[in-house]
């Protein structure tokens, strides 16, 4: 049997060799990647400022004494109080003596008040029969309305008795905490001085310090981006307060608290608007792609794939960023699922939840 010519082996396995690199080298077929979009729109979009901003109680109270006396009783720091529960006890025994007095001062004066009154009906028969003096009748009158004057009073310094061994017992104004105690059991207490510190967590506000010059560009009821680490959300700022501090230059600012789950204290930071609103393409914050200091996003072109766009990002909103490349108004743009895409791959788009 004839060899084949070592030349044509040398060949063939050559041809086999090349053959086998080339099918290694092909990509298996990639599945469709699973991907949401969005459209590329021009909205209108105005500059921002961060500024730092913190979440405060509407009610951040020091409950006083409104009587001197000694201290019973005071709720400890950290008590989670209802509204109208009580948080400090005043001593009440004094007071109570005083309004067992004033009681008695009132019967007193009415008894005189009585017998006076009386009077006056005889001496004004009298004074009709012209058995006595005018002058007689006068002074009785006069009697009878110093009395009547002298039981108001009475009657006003009993309700005073009674209103501060009310307030002898200080309440919380709302639902809350005691965070502070300035007094404890067995010290004495005079009137207006502090008891506890009681803070309201429930109903609460984010207020702002803003530079001057964002003035012209803020309004009450604007809608304002509002940002706790990672979470992101849009409020309303409820009130401006026109009046800059001589040495910061600076402003306040109360915002709508948009999420109660952020505790007193929490610092936040808040996007303010500093120039004119501008028309501008934007697309979602969730298409832009960050990595390796490169920003870009994928859009799906015309025969279904995915297309890398290098975008410069600009101006933001709560829920849009300014972006100029090669990327025009209606063009659809990954939002979910970009972050796994490669050029030229086939997508699936998945509709809306």
């Avoid at 004094?94 to 001496?123: C, M, P, Y």
């Avoid at 009681?198 to 506000?205: G, Q």
């Avoid at 789950?261 to 298409?287: C, F, H, M, Q, Y």
């Avoid at 799906?300 to 100029?324: C, F, H, M, P």
């Amino acid at each position: 049997m004839t060899r084949p010519p070592v030349k044509f082996l040398v060949s063939a396995l050559a041809l086999l060799l090349i053959t086998h690199s080339a099918e290694a080298q092909q990509p298996p077929n990639q599945p469709k990647a699973k991907v949401r979009v969005a459209t590329a729109e021009m909205t209108e979009i105005a500059p921002t400022l961060n500024v730092p901003g913190t979440v405060v109680s509407l009610q951040n109270s020091r409950l006083a004494a409104e009587t001197s006396a000694t201290v019973d009783w005071v709720a400890e720091v950290g008590t989670q109080v209802k509204k109208g529960a009580t948080v400090a006890q005043l001593n009440k025994r004094l007071l109570q003596l005083e309004l067992i007095n004033s009681a008695a001062d009132i019967k007193r004066i009415k008894a005189q008040l009585d017998f006076r009154t009386k009077d006056v009906t005889r001496l004004k028969k009298l004074l009709t029969n012209q058995t006595i003096a005018e002058s007689r009748y006068d002074e009785a009158i006069s009697q009878e309305s110093v009395l009547e004057q002298e039981l108001a009073q009475a009657g006003a310094r009993h309700d005073r008795i009674k209103y501060l061994l009310e307030k002898s017992e200080i309440k919380a104004p709302a639902d809350g905490w005691v965070v502070e105690r300035y007094i404890s059991a067995g010290e004495y207490v005079t009137a207006g001085a502090p008891v506890v510190r009681f803070v309201d967590t429930v109903n609460s506000e984010i207020t702002v310090q803003a530079p001057l010059d964002l003035l012209p560009n803020i309004t009450a009821g604007m809608e304002i981006t509002v940002a706790n680490g990672n979470q992101l959300v849009t409020t309303r700022i409820r009130a401006i307060i026109p009046v800059g501090d001589n040495a910061s230059r600076m402003a306040e600012i109360r915002l709508e608290n948009p999420d109660r789950k952020w505790a007193i204290g929490t610092a936040v930071r808040v996007s303010l608007p500093n120039a004119e609103t501008r028309k501008v393409l934007a697309v979602p914050r969730d298409a832009l792609i960050i990595r390796a200091g490169q920003s870009y996003i994928y859009k799906i072109a015309q025969d279904g794939k995915a297309e890398r766009i290098n975008i410069r990002s600009g101006v933001t909103s709560a829920t849009r960023i300014e972006v100029t490349g090669r990327l025009t108004q209606g063009d659809q743009v990954v939002t979910r699922g970009g972050e796994t895409l490669r050029p030229g791959q086939e997508v699936e788009v998945l509709p809306l939840s």
